[in-house]
């Protein structure tokens, strides 16, 4: 039981490249989440999915997609990559919310530095 | 809108030393509210969700509490291993998707 992974840890772009980052989960979790962490500001919700074939944008979705096609993958992509996406991006997964407790943690993946230049 | 601040943004202790982390938060409608730990390099790793205010969790040195207003992480003797990024995180009632809401963080440092 893996839990989260995500590929690759690291990569440098060049300004106007484009990359997908994938995210695997295998604890059968509905909700996914990509985010971005960066210095004094935080986790920040990108776009996040709450089921095959869903996705929904987040709190700073510009410059980003994402796609959904099976329960355990959720991919983050870089059409035209800028140095403000220069970050640490992590994924997460979750249970569906359902009432129970217990089920709402998001469990994280080990993260992708990203750098952009 | 929902936030979330956390203080102080670093803490150095040293080894036996006992101190609270602070997570004050404003959201329409408390789900949860969570806790996490970051090592450096690493993703978050969930440590509790509290509920409802007076809720209570414990787990080795950390003890979680939860008001109307607030969270406390309170770290009794602490160890360096538990030196790391502590995060906290709200969840509204009424959020699609689950989402999290996310503090910025506090470094703790505990040396030995």
């Known amino acids: 039981n893996a839990g989260v992974t995500q590929t690759p840890k690291f990569r440098v772009l060049k300004t106007g490249q484009s990359m997908t980052l994938l995210c695997a989960q295998d604890m059968n979790h509905e909700y996914m989440y990509w985010y971005r962490q960066d210095p004094g500001m935080g986790l920040r919700l990108i776009h996040y999915s709450v089921g095959e074939g869903t996705t929904a944008k987040g709190e700073v979705p510009d410059g980003y997609n994402v796609s959904r096609l099976k329960k355990q993958n959720f991919l983050l992509g870089l059409e035209s990559a800028a140095p403000s996406q220069t970050s640490v991006y992590f994924c997460?997964?979750?249970?569906?919310?359902?009432?129970?407790?217990?089920?709402?943690?998001?469990?994280f993946g080990p993260g992708t530095r990203l750098t952009v230049t | 809108e929902d936030q979330v601040t956390q203080s102080p943004e670093a803490l150095r202790l040293q080894e036996g030393e006992s101190s609270s982390l602070n997570c004050s938060y404003t959201v329409s409608g408390l789900r949860g509210l969570f806790w996490y730990r970051q090592d450096p390099g690493k993703g978050p790793e969930f440590l509790f969700t509290l509920y409802s205010a007076g809720e209570e969790k414990e787990k080795e040195r950390l003890k979680a509490t939860l008001t109307k207003k607030e969270s406390f992480l309170h770290i009794t003797a602490p160890k360096p291993e538990d030196s790391a990024t502590y995060l906290c995180a709200v969840q509204a009632r009424e959020t699609s998707g689950s989402r999290l809401t996310f503090g910025e963080g506090t470094q703790l440092t505990v040396n030995p």
């Open positions: 997460a997964s979750s249970w569906e919310a359902s009432g129970r407790a217990g089920w709402y943690e998001q469990y």
